[in-house]
């Protein structure tokens, strides 16, 4: 069964047809900022931050001192981990075989 987004709208597409024509690093850091204000390009950072540490299993007291992250956006992502549409998992997962 293929995935449903609750947010799939024709814009949303086009942004991720865009990401996905991104061929380098350098690349990504043009795209995004252009596209994103500093702040959240350090959110999302941030997020992807936590998501590899509670991988690791780190605490959230740890995270919360290594990334200054919020226990709430920690509890967050932690909740997407474990019962999200496994878009963080995924990604983890597979850079994990690299």
Known sequence: ????????????????????????EE???????????????????????????????KTYNEIEELTKASTATISRINKCLVYGADGYRRILDRLKEK
């Open 1 to 24: 069964m293929a995935y449903e987004s609750k947010f799939k709208k024709e814009e949303i597409d086009a942004l991720f047809e865009a990401i996905l024509a991104l061929k380098d």
């Open 27 to 57: 690349d990504c850091y043009r795209f995004f900022e252009d596209i994103c204000t500093v702040n959240e390009i350090h959110a999302i950072a941030q997020r992807w931050t936590v998501a590899k540490l509670l991988d690791e299993k």
